[in-house]
């Protein structure tokens, strides 16, 4: 039986569009299943209606002709209870609608399943038999296994016709959302420009090579090649992304270099294969090697070697270069986008990205947070490679794309974009005052950072501090652990920029999905395992010696925090206070004069929240890192888009555990501030304000937006929302309460809108 599933859905899945799928699902399965009839009736939405739209057993002439409305016949009935039907008799039951001209008058036996993709039904699938007996177990569980395996393909097909315009049965169609994260927010539209890696690697024969030398001295030459175009786009780069960002084109260089990738295509040469055959085995090994890891990170780094090597096969078949074209607004789109593909669009024409793959950890996410460029991620259902030169509309605050928009769903974008930059105009006059709501309650805004473009563009947001820095970013762009004295100076730059103002440092977070190219973690599941703090007490040297670097850069300044992630228990908190102060002493016997900074804790895990009071009083401060607690508490993975929909930040539970924090950290007189991405999201911000968060530390971009809420609305009226919202059970219902608040408050549409969930 498997084998038979397993070669139906091969065929399905090699299928070039519905119709030829449909066809092979009904001829297929009626062979396996030894029945008379197989049919798919699909639902189209746009005529409400399930139709025939392949059939064997059936007359061929009723196909594409004939429908059911939504909810009629036992077709209807099977997608309405998304159950099968089987019956001996179809004609006996009551919802049975007699389709003429299809000539199933002879079968009686009746199976329906349905065909559900994302909770959706998209149709049926349907045997029959002339003879009156039930389909037994085995034939039921069989169809129902294959209908659950072909939804993806169906939808898939369904997807392409749809970029076409083009409903299931032929009707035309628009206005179809193919759902994704959102990796940098903003609403954009544009003409979607489909970049694919330069050269298919697997498609590589291999050949023996007739002159060695020549051949290494080709494949050098390529080398060559390749490193001065990444060259050119470093350099192109310059000036819109920071130095640090710019290093990654270094690490993609140096990867070619002769001790690395090179080297062992060079010696495969040696054995006598030519240079294309040599460059694939090398790139393909690598690739598989990183992409079986069970880490984004690391699997992200598949890609950049495919990409890289890619573009010097592309020299290695002497192919010229063919400059893309543009568009004046380009949406860039690609299965996987890399920093050096981002790179190579003109900023003013590069209006928007979407990447099938990836999350809002990945490299391009963030540097096109960096840049301001609305960006969508994963949006793994999208059929991209059919999108080139089509209109589309990118919606970075929900996390989606529209294909094929009508002229009204233009309009209403194009309303969004033209005030979104008013809104960001209007904003900038709120730069210099307080964040105070309307009854003097003064809130403080911080700022997350990471990279030093992060620190400018924060100062000119009217910043009053860092409540973030996350210090395994610049880690995350090097292919070593950076010295003491390279840490040293990222750390003094940041401090000084902001000075007198505090930076809050957190030390290395590193595990989970941000895992080092040169410290590979591999775990079943790493957002349980190796992470944050659990990582640097095993490797105490490493932790040192980036306390060392933090106590150092603070001399004369003295506006540093040090803050501690992923606390579990108290014993972390003991073992991590004692490495900071045995870093202190050591400075302090060797004549640097440097103040103890403060340190404080994150409370990011269940277990910490019952703990706020026991670590509060180990610490000077605590701040909530609501992202990974959101993400705990709920059993979200926080990058994965299949379940993105249930990750709220406004769910009761998150919201009790994080008021149940600020009591314990009050009642300790300790200071309280919270840096996920929530704080940056202006209606949560006027809960977390309510609860009592002394400090909310955000994305630079989101920080006029919370200021000028909170500036519209009282304490009085923020603490009504949040006893009302506290008595609900329901994150839906909540978010509708807030947005209802904020409307009532005379916020402008968009601010309501930029969420985090
Ligand atoms: C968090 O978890 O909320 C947080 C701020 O840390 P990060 O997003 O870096 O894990
Ligand atoms: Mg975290």
């Not at 803050?563 to 004692?578: D, G, K, Y």
Request: aromatic content about 6%; overall charge negative; hydrophobic content about 45%.
């Amino acid at each position: 039986m498997l084998d038979r599933l397993r070669s139906i859905v091969q065929k399905v899945n090699a299928a070039k569009d519905l119709q030829s799928a449909l066809d092979i699902i009904v001829s297929k399965v009626r062979e396996a299943l030894d029945t008379q009839v197989c049919s798919v009736f699909l639902l189209d939405k746009d005529i409400n209606a399930h139709v025939l739209m392949a059939s064997e057993g059936l007359k061929k002439e009723a196909v594409g002709h004939v429908s059911l409305e939504a909810g009629e016949g036992l077709v209807g009935l099977v997608a309405k209870h998304a159950e099968p039907i089987n019956l001996q008799d179809a004609s006996l039951h009551p919802s049975f609608h007699y389709l003429k001209d299809t000539g199933e008058e002879l079968f009686h036996s009746f199976l329906g399943v349905p065909i559900i993709h994302h909770r959706s039904v998209l149709g049926v699938l349907v045997v029959q038999h002339e003879e009156r007996r039930r389909f037994d177990e085995a034939e039921e569980a069989f169809l129902i296994t294959l209908s659950a395996q072909l939804a993806g393909v169906i939808a898939h097909a369904e997807a392409t016709g749809a970029i076409e315009g083009i409903s299931p049965s032929g009707h035309k169609t628009s206005d179809t959302v193919f759902p994704g994260v959102s990796g940098s927010s903003g609403a954009a539209i544009g003409q979607a420009v489909v970049l694919f890696p330069h050269a298919d690697l697997r498609q590589i024969p291999q050949r023996r090579t007739q002159d060695v030398d020549k051949e290494i001295e080709f494949f050098n030459s390529c080398l060559e090649l390749v490193r001065q175009d990444m060259r050119s786009l470093h350099s192109k780069l310059a000036g819109q992304v920071a130095e640090e960002e710019r290093q990654l084109f270094d690490v993609y260089v140096r990867m070619l270099d002769d001790d690395a990738l090179g080297n062992e295509v060079v010696q495969r040469i040696k054995m006598g294969s030519w240079a294309q055959g040599a460059l694939a085995y090398v790139a393909n090994e690598h690739v598989s090697n990183f992409e079986a890891m069970n880490d984004p990170y690391l699997s992200e780094r598949a890609i950049d070697i495919k990409d890289l090597c890619a573009r010097v096969l592309f020299y290695l078949q002497n192919k010229v270069t063919i400059e893309t074209e543009y568009y004046e607004n380009t949406i860039l789109v690609s299965e996987e986008i890399t920093p050096a593909m981002l790179a190579e669009v003109p900023k003013d024409k590069l209006k928007g990205l979407i990447s099938v793959k990836g999350s809002g950890n990945s490299h391009v996410a963030i540097l096109a947070r960096t840049m301001g460029i609305p960006t969508v991620m994963g949006t793994v259902d999208l059929p991209y490679t059919q999108l080139h030169g089509k209109k589309v509309i990118l919606d970075g605050y929900k996390g989606e794309v529209i294909t094929n928009p009508s002229e009204q769903m233009l309009a209403r974008y194009f309303e969004t974009i033209t005030e979104q930059d008013q809104l960001t105009k209007g904003l900038e006059g709120l730069k210099d005052l307080p964040c105070e709501t309307a009854d003097h309650h003064r809130v403080h805004l911080w700022v997350n950072t990471g990279l030093m473009s992060d620190v400018m563009h924060s100062l000119d947001q009217g910043a009053e501090g860092i409540g973030l820095f996350r210090t395994e970013i610049p880690f995350l762009l090097r292919e070593r652990f950076p010295s003491e004295q390279e840490q040293y100076d990222i750390y003094r730059e940041q401090l000084e920029a902001f000075s007198p103002k505090v930076v809050t440092m957190r030390t290395l977070d590193i595990g989970g999905d941000k895992s080092l190219p040169y410290f590979p973690i591999e775990e079943a599941n790493p957002f349980l395992g190796w992470r944050g703090i659990r990582v640097t007490l095993d490797h105490p040297e490493i932790f040192t010696a980036q306390i060392h670097a933090m106590l150092r850069a603070s001399v004369g300044l003295e506006n540093l925090q040090i803050m501690l992630p992923m606390i579990s228990n108290v014993n972390e908190v003991t073992s991590a206070m004692q490495l900071i102060k045995k870093a202190y002493r050591e400075l302090i016997q060797n004549g640097v004069k440097v103040k103890f900074p403060p340190v404080g804790v994150m409370i990011e895990l269940p277990a910490a929240v019952y703990q706020t009071r026991a670590l509060a009083k180990m610490v000077d401060f605590i701040s909530v890192g609501s992202n990974d607690l959101t993400q705990y508490l709920l059993a979200v993975d926080r990058n994965n888009s299949r379940v993105a929909h249930l990750y709220s930040a406004f769910h009761p539970a998150v919201l009790s555990a994080l008021q149940q924090v600020v009591t314990q950290a009050q009642a300790e007189g300790k200071l309280v501030s919270i840096c996920g991405e929530m704080a940056g999201d202006p209606g949560a911000a006027v809960l977390l304000m309510a609860m009592g968060f002394d400090v909310l530390s955000m994305n630079a971009s989101t920080l006029l937006k919370v200021k000028s809420v909170l500036r519209s609305i009282t304490m009085e009226v923020a603490q009504d929302l949040l006893d009302q919202v506290m008595e609900m059970d329901d994150a839906q219902m909540i978010r509708s309460a807030v947005d209802m608040a904020l409307y009532n408050a005379g916020v402008d549409r968009l601010l309501r809108s930029s969420r985090t969930n």
